[in-house]
C-alpha cells in the first residue's frame, strides 16, 4: 500500500499559478510538466472550477500525460480586472483568452483541447481561428449558443436582465454553496441519471475538489459571464473548424439539448459524435466507465495521427 501511494505522488506532480490576461489573472493548474507527450489543455464550466479535472481525468491520462487545466474569467482564485463589464466577454474575447493562455503554456508545441459545458463552446470557439499547433478538439456536452435549460439556464436567464438582477443572481449561488449536501443535490440537477450520478465515487471526489474554491469565490465575479452566455454564438463559424473534433453529448441533457449537439456534429467538417443515451450533463458520473474508455480512446485517436485529422 506504501509503494502504490509513493508511486502516485512521483508520477502525479501538480502545481499551481497565475498567467495575466487582459487585466485578468487566470490560474492554472499543471500537472505532469515533464512528460514530453502532447500538452492536453482542459477548460471548466461556469459552476466548476480549474481544479474540476483533478478527479474526472481517466487515471492513465491524470497521472501519464502533461495536463494544464485553465480557470475561467473570475472564477477564484483568478482575479479580475476593475472595472469588470459583461460587455468585454464576446466570442473574440473568448479566442484570445485561450490562445494567449495556451501559448504561454505550451509556446510553439502541439496540444489537444478539452472542454466541458462553456469550456466545450471556449475550446470550439478557438478552433474557428485554425490554430495551426491545435491536434483535436474534445467537447463534452458543448455548445455553439449560449441558450441552456435547467438550473444554469435559469441563472443565465436571470443574470441577462441585467444588473438591477445582480443581487439576486449573488443569492441564489450564495444559497447553492451553503453546504455539502446542497451543493450535491444542486450539482445533481445537471444529470439525467441521478442513481448514476450519486452511485459514482467520483461525484464526491470531484466536488471536495471545487467545494473550498467555491466558498471563497467573490460571487459577483461570476456574472459578467452569465450575463453574456445567452449572447454567444459561434454557429456560422463552426464550417471553419479543420482539426478532428470529438462532440461527447448525453441525449438528455438538461442544460444543452441534444439538438445543439447535432448541429454541432452536422456543421463541423471533421467531426465524430459520441453519444451517451439516457446520459445529461454530467457523462463522466453517469456513465463513469464508457466515458472513460471512450475519452482515453479518442485521445490515443488523435494522438495517433499527430496531424489533427480525424480518424
Not at 499543471?30 to 502532447?38: D, F, L, V
Not at 470550439?124 to 474534445?138: C, D, K, S
Not at 439576486?168 to 441519471?193: E, K, T
Request: aromatic share 10%.
Amino acid at each position: 500500500m506504501y509503494n502504490v501511494s509513493f508511486t502516485y505522488f512521483i508520477i502525479m506532480k501538480i502545481s499551481d499559478y497565475m498567467i495575466p490576461f487582459k487585466g485578468h489573472e487566470i490560474a492554472i493548474q499543471a500537472a505532469n510538466e515533464e512528460i514530453g507527450t502532447p500538452a492536453i489543455i482542459l477548460i471548466h464550466g461556469v459552476l466548476a472550477s480549474y481544479k474540476f479535472w483533478n478527479e474526472i481525468l481517466p487515471v492513465e491520462i491524470r497521472e501519464k500525460r502533461r495536463w494544464y487545466s485553465i480557470s475561467l474569467p473570475g472564477h477564484h482564485p483568478s482575479k479580475v480586472p476593475a472595472p469588470y463589464n459583461p460587455e468585454s466577454l464576446n466570442e473574440d474575447w473568448f479566442s484570445e483568452y485561450v490562445e494567449e493562455i495556451v501559448k504561454e503554456l505550451v509556446g510553439d508545441e502541439k496540444y489537444i483541447l478539452i472542454g466541458h459545458s462553456t469550456g466545450g463552446f471556449a475550446a470550439l470557439n478557438f478552433a474557428t481561428t485554425q490554430p495551426e499547433n491545435l491536434l483535436g478538439v474534445i467537447s463534452i456536452a458543448g455548445f455553439y449558443q449560449g441558450n441552456w435549460g435547467g438550473i444554469e439556464g435559469a441563472l443565465v436567464n436571470l443574470a441577462g436582465l441585467g444588473s438591477w438582477a445582480k443581487p439576486l443572481f449573488i443569492l441564489n449561488l450564495a444559497i447553492g454553496r451553503l453546504s455539502f449536501p446542497v451543493q450535491r443535490w444542486l450539482s445533481a440537477q445537471l444529470a439525467h441519471d441521478k442513481k448514476s450520478y450519486y452511485a459514482s465515487k467520483l461525484t464526491d471526489k470531484m466536488l471536495k475538489c471545487i467545494q473550498p474554491l467555491m466558498k471563497q469565490q467573490k460571487l459577483s465575479n461570476l456574472f459578467p459571464l452569465f450575463n453574456r452566455i445567452k449572447t454567444l454564438n459561434i454557429l456560422e463559424k463552426l464550417k471553419k473548424i479543420t482539426v478532428a473534433t470529438y462532440i461527447f453529448a448525453g441525449n438528455k441533457d438538461p442544460v444543452i439539448s441534444a439538438e445543439q449537439s447535432l448541429i454541432l456534429s452536422s456543421h463541423i467538417p471533421a467531426t465524430k459524435t459520441i453519444a451517451f443515451d439516457k446520459v445529461g450533463h454530467m457523462p463522466f458520473m453517469e456513465r463513469e466507465k464508457e466515458f472513460s474508455l471512450e475519452l482515453s480512446a479518442v485521445i490515443e485517436q488523435i494522438d495517433n495521427t499527430n496531424e489533427g485529422k480525424l480518424i
